[in-house]
């Protein structure tokens, strides 16, 4: 059984950044996908950014040129570096990992952007 624990996450400043990291107990190999979503208050999860094992990305297109996913090792797999935050970012973040029916969420960390 893997779990997932994000860190990183906190209150920032419109134009601020972030650095969200994803720790795994239990490997993830380079064979999962592995993805950040966001949930903000009264509105439903959504995708963020993934990463495929083999390094290929897809952005939301609110993020795109803004955020970047990268992965890490097996303990640490997956990043999310959040540049140029706007109040429409503040929401909850998850990391996920997946690899056909194995689905993994971790609980999530708060990232508030506000002046």
């Known amino acids: 059984q893997v779990q997932l624990v994000e860190s990183g996450g906190g209150l920032v400043q419109p134009g601020g950044s972030l650095r969200l990291s994803c720790a795994a107990s239990?490997?993830?190999?380079?064979?999962?996908?592995m993805g950040w979503y966001r949930q903000a208050p009264g509105k439903q999860r959504e995708l963020v950014a993934t990463?495929?094992?083999?390094?290929?990305?897809n952005y939301v297109d609110d993020v795109k040129g803004r955020f970047t996913i990268s992965r890490g090792n097996a303990q640490n797999p997956v990043y999310l570096q959040m540049n140029n935050l706007k109040p429409e970012d503040t929401a909850v973040y998850y990391c996920?990992?997946?690899?056909?029916?194995?689905?993994?969420w971790g609980s999530g960390t708060q990232v508030t952007v506000s002046s």
């Open positions: 239990g490997s993830i190999s380079m064979l999962y996908t």
């Open positions: 996920n990992a997946r690899l056909t029916t194995k689905i993994y």
């Open positions: 990463i495929s094992g083999g390094g290929r990305t």
